[in-house]
């Protein structure tokens, strides 16, 4: 499990906690043969019961070891044609690969390679049984097989090598007919980069609407609904996030006021106040996180706040376009299914534009955004280690108010200082003992990050409790000096 702390206001600060995983970036070993922006190359095939495919996409990652948090997996997914977005889980998982396999979508195979080189394995296939995935350790009465891994080079940024593996013979032969018989081989490169997947991505056609427009349908229970307008708000919840978005597509306009935040709740009670009695909901995320869009519903028409939701588990998400300017694709039902007491089918193409509401404190500034800065952060760094460095100097909560009141952007603090006036006189010492250690990471350096002429997100590393930190904070120039804004950490 990972930590999240997000640091824009006292109450976030207080209570954000989450799943999520990040990379390290020491180097696995020294040596280190190719560039490490290459583009992910395999050539190999994987066996099941006589039937072989071709591997020609390859995918890694770097995931936390399950057995030891302080230990990392490199999780390299080979496939026999390129991966739909959402189906890989940012923390390795394969449920959506067995999906895919059990509907015949994708074939393949998966290995973890540990730092000590050892690898684990699973098969993604549409076997005789109707499985999916065919993991090294079958049973007792199938003696696993063991994946052969022969390294080229093995760092942070860069695998090479191949790697192989036959099934073995059932010690009881009477079981033997039952036993899978599979193998695999693959030669491959991959690169890989910290909190993301590298690989290329099935892509789908754009939609070719214009910006904000849907077009295509909801059926609920018989009743057709003609959906027309589709929105993306940016959301503040994650720095480590280039594009974050709520995401409603809805049938009736929405007002123009509806969209200067970026929760969702603003947005479903807009769309109830239109005159929308049915919304499709969805998060996108640059990180890949699995599609699960949803349809809410009004239950009260004379309740703005009386909403439900259920969820499409069977839509199929594509994604033609997901970046700091729009997202473009289709959700869709191959056919209509059942969810407790209603029957959903669905089929909607959208191009809605990523908007932001303007307030300096949203979203992280990123290559795509900024200039890169250089290892220190320079004077925004500088500031940075300069606040974190005095906040444990601090005695008690008025000591740390007047130093937020100097290090901080103004408007970061007036959302601070706002929360703190709910704070009981009785609760103050613990209250400051929390933010103190909110605030800060034993050991940090400013590793890097990016810039515009008045703002810069930190990129940020260091331990917090023995354990391994990262961070992203935003800094805002304000009258010449570089003031802390928002902020989030992870924590392995």
Known sequence: MKRIIMTSVL??????????????????????????????????????????????????????????????????????????????DQNGSDSNFKEKARQGELKGFTIRIAEDKTVNFTIYYHGRSGDAA???????????????????????????????????????DEKAEYAPSYQFDATFAV??????????????????????????????????????????????????????????????????EALKGANLQDLLRAAHQAGNSHVISENFSTRGAPPSPQV?????????????YDSLLHAEVEVSQLDAKAIDGKIYTKEPFKWFDHTYEVNVSFNAPLITSGDPMDGPVTVGTGKPLPA???????????????????????????????????RVFAETKKSMTTVPADKEQATFEILKSLLTIKDARVDGGFWTNDKATLWISGTDEGKKASARVNMHLENNLWKVGAGSTRVD
């Open 11 to 88: 109450a976030l600060m207080l209570v954000s906690m989450g799943c999520n995983r990040a990379s390290s970036n020491q180097p696995l070993e020294n040596a280190s043969l190719l560039p490490p922006e290459i583009v992910n190359t395999v050539e190999g095939s994987v066996t099941f019961n006589g039937e072989t495919v071709k591997v020609s996409h390859a995918y890694a990652s770097v995931v936390k070891n399950d057995g030891d948090d302080r230990k990392q997996n490199v999780v390299i997914i080979f496939t026999d044609r390129p991966a739909p977005w959402g189906v890989i």
């Open 134 to 172: 065919y993991p090294s350790s079958l049973s007792e009465e199938y003696p696993p097989a063991k994946a052969v891994f022969k390294s080229v080079s093995f760092t942070a940024t860069l695998v090479q090598g191949s790697v192989s593996v036959k099934s073995e013979k059932p010690v009881d």
């Open 191 to 256: 690169s890989l980069k910290p909190d993301k997947w590298t690989g290329v991505f099935y892509k789908p056609p754009p939609s070719n609407l214009e910006p904000g427009r849907a077009t295509g349908q909801l059926v609920v229970d018989g009743k057709v609904m003609k959906l027309n307008y589709a929105y993306a708000l940016q959301s503040r919840l994650d720095l480590f996030e280039e594009t974050n978005a709520n995401f409603v597509i809805t049938e009736k306009l929405l007002p123009p």
């Open 296 to 308: 809410w519903k009004m239950k009260d028409p004379q309740n703005a706040e009386s909403w439900d």
């Open 376 to 410: 220190g952060g320079d004077d925004p760094g500088k500031a940075y280690l300069t606040f974190i460095q005095a906040v444990p100097t601090t005695k008690n909560l008025k000591e740390l108010t007047q130093l937020l009141e100097a290090s901080q952007a103004a």
